[in-house]
Structures are given as C-alpha cells and as structure tokens.
C-alpha cells in the first residue's frame, strides 16, 4: 500500500481529482497517458457516467472496466461505442467533435504553449524527450484544452524550450493567424497548486483557484512568469472522502498511480 | 499556391507517387501461398538502408518476432518512422538505425528512452525529424490515397513544425494558412495481426491504430500472425479484411510475437519483461547483454518463446480481459 501522505490525500490524488471534476456528463474528452486516464475513470463512476472518452489509437466511448495504462490498451475500448482507429479519432477532432482535450507537458509557458519534445536546445538537448504524439494534434483541434501539470518554476516558464502544442501561441489572434481553427485553444490549468484559466483579452495565464491549503503567493513564487490574478480567486475544495474512496478502492484499486 | 512556412527537418524520403504506382504495377495480384519463415521473410524483403515502418500503439500489437529478425540478421542503416516504444528501442539499441521520422520515441509510463538518447547523441542517429502523431498517420493516409501531399490543420504556429519537413501554405480555396504533410512511401512495413490467411488477406481486432493507412503505404508488407486460417473464414466476413492479400509478401505464423508487449484479446502485456529492459538499456553493456540472451542468443522466435517459458506466456494469455475471442465465422 503506498501512503497517502499526512493530510489525508496525495498530490497525485488532488490532480486526479480536480481533472475528475472537469469533465462534464455527455461530453466528448481526449484523453492522454496517465492522469487524465485516472480522472476519467473518476468522473465516470461519479457525476460523469456518460462521459464518451476518445483515446488517439481508436478507442470511443469506452465503459472503464479496470485502468486503461496505456492509450492502446483494451481497457480503452472496454464496451466502447467504437474501436476505430488513429484517423478516425484525429479527423474528429479536426471537425470539432471533440470538446475537451486532457493533456500535459514538461513545460508550460503563459499562453499555455506545452514542451514534451526537448529540454535545452534542440541539437544540442539536455533532455531529449519523447516529442509531440497526439499532443499537438489535441492542442490544435480540440475545442478546448486543460493541461494537468506539477507546478513549479522550472515547468511554469515565460518562454520554454520547444514549442511542441499549440496554446494561444504568441497571443490573442495568434491560433487564427497560424491557420488554426477560430475558438479553440487552452481553456485550465490543473495543478497541485491551482486552478488556472486565461484573461479573456491577454489570453495569459490567469490564477482562478487555489488548491487545499495554498495561499496566493505560494502560486505565484513557484510561477516563472507574471500570473494574471482573477478578482476573486476561490479555493478549491479538496477531494471528498467519496472522491477518495472511488479512486483508492475501484479506478486504482492496485495502485499503479496513487 | 504560395508557400508560407517551411519545416526545416529533412524530408528523407521523397514522394514520388509515380514510382509507387510502377512499383505496386509490378506486385503479384495471384493468390498465391506467402507463408514463410522469419527468417525467409526478413532475409528477403528487408535490405540494408531501407525505410521500415512498424504498426502499433505503445507496445500493443507490437511486430517484435519480425523486429528481433531484423536485429538478428543485423540490416543496418535503416531509416525508421515511430510512434516507438519497445520496438524502436530494440532496433536502435543494436544500432541498426541511421535517420527516423518521430512522433513519440519513449517507454510510455517508464519515462525517456535511453538507447535514444545514446543513439541520438553519439550521432549514430543522423537524422530526426519532428511530426505530431496525426501528420505521420496523415502521411501514410497520403499514400495510401495515391497523392503526394495532404492537408492537415495540426502542427501550425509551433516548433514541431519548424522542425519537420511539412509546409504551410496559403489554400487556394479558403486562403487560410494550412499545414501539409508529404506522402510517406515506405520500403517496408512489418505488421503483426490477429489472423490472416496463407495469401496475406489480414484481420484486426479492436483498434486498428494506422494498420489500414500503413499497410497500403508500403512497397512491401510482411504480415505476422496470431493465427493462420482458412481463407473461407476471410470470405465470410469480407468486411473484416483490414489488410488485402495483394498489399503482402509475406506471412508469417507467429504466436506470442508481440511479447514482451500485448495483443488485445490475446495476451497482456509482460510487465516484468519490459521492466526487465527498461532497466537492461541503462547502459551499453546490460543493453548488450540483454540482445545477446534474448536476439542473437536464440535463432527464432519459436526458440525465444521457449526462453520466455510456455508457463509464463500461458499466464499472460489467462490474463487477458474476457471478451470472447471466438474465431468470427465456421
């Protein structure tokens, strides 16, 4: 049994649980390796039991019967609507039949552009990482994005290394002058810290939320670059004990994540 | 049209669509048998320097009996596409790979790929060239449509393009920018099915990832199979054929050939075993050590299985979820 650690949940947990609760009933998801597959699984068995998961290898519609670990695997298309293939789902998307898309990233900067192919320079990388996979596919299609990400000052940065999924690009009008399609773009941030969203005008990061026990400045100081700041910024309450309990005993039961 | 960005990563190789078309004029359409070995098919159909693609998702339907031939009879300076994971991995860490096409080269929940990193950065890996995984799928979509190029509306504004060899153009129907990604012809493709028949007549169950659009981007297909069955099970239900006869040189019977990864329906994934290379490819000697126990140090996929153990393999099978895995028709 790995533990939890003293307040009652991990960090892992929190993120798994605030995703959960962005995904809305009857409502198409893309969902990526890891975190968002857990978060979907939550929200299935909680407020979202006909949340339609679309994974990139084919896999629609999917009724979770154990954790999907890989977004090939058969808990993918587990009583699914459709197993189709990596074409059908991509070309879907590209025709915005696919609302929400999960994703992460090493880096994010304030326009909620995503680094998953270098750290340092490109011929020269100190990190190579394993590129883009769907994740630029789902940063250019989607209706909108939520990135799920660890924040810190080294993945929160002004300017990241690569480019690897479009957020809002160099800013407002940038999407639409790339040639992507009008009204898409990042829509939240989940981290173990907040809960951000983007300025309507700026199209910068903006800090909506923040997690059980974090102050607005703890946000900011682990933030490498200037937070827009709501008016009023809630706090997110933290995972329920049914939340929990669904997660540790059901979605996770042999604890391959949490 | 004009022409508003171009990626500056290499375009390795060339669309030449018509070359295709000679090539593919040349196949044979008889129904003939193509049931053969490994070791005949790899011997036969894969060359030095050619362009080779695998069918897969992560490590789920993985070609690796074709892939662990491919290291055993060492073809080298191979150009490679991925989408890679356990496969790729392989081949680079015998250093049989000279340029690659990328999406994803990682071990999924494992983290980065160490033979990449090692093959990359020693330069033996001359050439990488960045797609998002829609544009390689789009690519081989391309070919298998018979044209040189298609449009997509992925990659625009970002890096992945800058480093790729697509390029945006202004449409000359809309005049937006939009993205596009040349045919991808390969020399090669190695796919591992569910079932195919003895002329090459291919069936998939579940996903089917790229299989359809790869296949038929290829000058050559070698086919592993599950299970080999009569074509009558073909022709009862012909909607299932994914991969036709006439797009394959060779078949190859192959239980398990997808170990250590899985096949849906079939067997799961070995865990330990990709545990076990996961730490193996840390280093160049344990990387060494494990090609020489489990490639070099057998002389087929049949004698590999044995290795692996029957008991093991049987356990994988019992595990996988039960969804009825009857043959569809007789």
Redesign the interface.
Known sequence: MNNPVSDGYSPTELLVCTAARMMTDNTTAFIG??IPMLAASLAQRMHAPNLVTI?????TGAIF??LP??????????RAIA?????EV?EA??RDFIEYGFIGGAQIDPYG?LNS?VIGE?YHPK???????????VG??CWQTIAIMRHDRRRFLEKID?????GY?SGPG??E?????PGTGPYRVVTNLAVLGYHPQSKRMLLLATQPGVTVEQVVENTGFELELADEISANPPPSAEELHILRTEVDKDRLYI | MEVIQSGIGQLIQKPDLNAFREWNRQKPKALIDKRMTEAEAIDRFVHDGDYIGTE??????CPMSLVNEVVRQGKKDLRVVG?GVYETDILLAASLVKGMD?????L??YG??NV??RE??SGRVETCV??????L??RF?ATAMGVPFIP?????????LK?SAAK?VECPFTG????LVPALILDVGLIHVHRADKFGNAQID????????MARACKRVIISAEDIIDTEVIRCHPDRTIIPYYLVDAVVYAPFASHPG?M??VHV?DEEHIKQWVEASQEPATTQAYLDKYIYGVKNHREYLELVGWERLERLKAM??G?DNEQPCI
């Open positions: 390796t890891g994974f990139e290898f084919g896999g019967k154990t670990i890989a977004v090939g695997g058969e808990s993918t298309f587990h197993a189709a293939g990596l074409c991509m998307a590209q552009n192919t490109y990190v190579r990482l394993p590129g883009s996979g769907g994740g630029n596919d250019s299609s690569f480019v690897t999924t479009p690009l940038a999407r002058a790339a040639g992507l399609p | 897969l998702y992560g490590t789920v339907r989408q990328i999406t994803y080269i990682g999924e929940v980065v790929s990449f990193r990359v950065e960045e797609w998002s995984n829609a544009a799928a789009a979509k997509i509306r992925s990659m625009l504004g970002t890096d992945t480093y945006v937006y920018p939009i993205c579940g996903i089917s990832g790229f299989a359809a659009e899985e849906c329906y994934r996988a979820q969804v």
